[in-house]
């Protein structure tokens, strides 16, 4: 597909965040399983499936342009997957481990809050307002989350915190 | 290097943001010389300019620490250049490239600001207030420069705007 118009562009956003999403849909019940806050494996089970509906929008939208058909791989969300779970296959210690996602966690959700926030101005240049307002609702709930991910790493940190200490002693 | 305590994690984080800001250095040239609009390449100048700088801090928090030595690839912000610079090869047009630009960049920024807001709370949470200051100046920066990215966007995105109509008459 030549990109030579916004429109292409706008075709070449919602792609790769379609392939963000089902690599997000993949590794999230890995990072569930791993996680031992309970607060924390609840947040992630919620964003599973918000996450799946965030797909649905997407395919709402290419019933609208067709823009799916040659799957681009988002290597964006590629390589931060692949750095969360690396970095978590290397702690040993529960709560360092729960730092660790909600880390990768809010990496993910500031591509997608890119991402998204590209696809809906791009909407909106072009007059599609139904697929801009899909596109917002989708940008709104991913800030919600990284804000729901910050508010839980305080109160994680203050646990790794006394482990930490812990390990100083 | 094990990772077990959150000090181990936060070295972790800092080597990752380490491994970005170098490869950002190495892409911003390709990426000027791409630029049509002025102001966008005047603004990814002073970026390449305030990049450096990070990297200075880092480095200063590196004489603290000492984090630096497996030097490891960040493979967030690999996959973020990668898509960009592929996008961009595909596109013929002029104000649409810099549409792309702009995008890449927002996918940039917000990779930075995740990953320089972990490393902030978990200075905090350490009392490492010198690293902690230096942190928060470069999360600061970012948040602006995405910021200032959005505003010409907007003027861009008029332009493109206008070749799209062009190209659908």
Same mark, same amino acid.
């Given at each position: @597909?030549? /990109?030579?118009?916004?429109?292409?562009?706008?075709? *070449?956003?919602?792609?790769?965040? &379609?392939?963000?999403?089902?690599?997000?849909?993949?590794?999230?019940?890995?990072?569930?399983?791993?996680?031992?806050?309970? $607060?924390? *494996?609840?947040? %992630?089970?919620?964003?599973?499936?918000?996450?799946? *509906?965030?797909?649905?929008?997407? !395919?709402?939208?290419?019933?609208?342009?067709?823009?799916?058909?040659?799957? $681009?791989?988002?290597?964006? @969300?590629?390589?931060?997957?692949?750095? +969360?779970?690396?970095?978590?296959?290397?702690?040993?210690?529960?709560? =360092?481990?729960?730092?660790?996602?909600?880390?990768?966690?809010?990496? /993910?959700? &500031?591509?997608?809050?890119? +991402?998204?926030? =590209?696809?809906?101005?791009?909407?909106? *240049?072009? !007059?599609?307002?139904?697929?801009?307002?899909?596109? $917002?609702? =989708?940008?709104?709930?991913?800030? $919600?989350?990284?804000?729901?991910?910050?508010? %839980?790493?305080?109160? !994680?940190?203050?646990?790794? +915190?006394? !482990?930490?200490?812990?390990?100083?002693?």
């Amino acid at each position: @597909m030549p /990109v030579i118009t916004l429109h292409d562009l706008f075709m *070449q956003e919602l792609q790769d965040l &379609h392939s963000a999403e089902s690599q997000i849909i993949e590794a999230l019940p890995k990072m569930i399983e791993m996680a031992d806050d309970e $607060k924390l *494996q609840a947040a %992630l089970e919620d964003h599973l499936e918000a996450t799946q *509906q965030h797909l649905d929008r997407l !395919n709402e939208i290419d019933a609208m342009f067709g823009f799916l058909g040659s799957e $681009k791989i988002c290597e964006g @969300m590629r390589g931060i997957i692949q750095d +969360g779970e690396r970095t978590l296959t290397e702690i040993t210690d529960a709560a =360092t481990r729960d730092a660790a996602i909600i880390a990768a966690g809010q990496k /993910v959700e &500031h591509y997608e809050i890119a +991402g998204y926030g =590209t696809a809906a101005a791009y909407a909106k *240049q072009l !007059n599609h307002d139904e697929a801009g307002d899909l596109l $917002k609702k =989708t940008l709104d709930e991913e800030k $919600k989350t990284d804000s729901d991910l910050s508010s %839980l790493a305080e109160g !994680n940190l203050l646990a790794t +915190g006394l !482990n930490e200490m812990a390990a100083e002693e």
